[in-house]
């Protein structure tokens, strides 16, 4: 979309230039804000999955290390 209007842009008249590369310079701008807005949302929901994860994998461990444990015992 940005690409297909600079391709469209004519240099007859400065004037003109200006009034139409503004808005694409505009557009531009509010794409890379909107990048870094899902780049930033993605890098906490990442964050968030990485220490649920930890926490299964703790939990997991002490399960077995509790089951190990119970089998010893019962099996004694």
């Given at each position: 979309?940005?690409?297909?209007?600079?391709?469209?842009?004519?240099?007859?008249?400065?004037?003109?230039?200006?009034?139409?590369?503004?808005?694409?310079?505009?557009?531009?701008?509010?794409?890379?804000?909107?990048?870094?807005?899902i780049?930033?949302?993605?890098?906490?929901?990442?964050?968030?999955?990485?220490?649920?994860n930890?926490?299964?994998?703790?939990?997991?461990?002490?399960?077995?290390i509790?089951f190990?444990?119970?089998?010893?015992?019962?099996?004694?």
């Amino acid at each position: 979309m940005l690409h297909e209007a600079l391709e469209n842009i004519s240099v007859k008249n400065h004037k003109s230039l200006r009034n139409v590369v503004k808005p694409l310079i505009d557009l531009h701008y509010q794409i890379i804000l909107g990048s870094e807005n899902i780049e930033n949302l993605f890098s906490y929901i990442a964050l968030m999955q990485l220490l649920c994860n930890t926490l299964i994998i703790c939990c997991i461990g002490f399960l077995i290390i509790v089951f190990i444990n119970l089998d010893t015992i019962l099996g004694a």
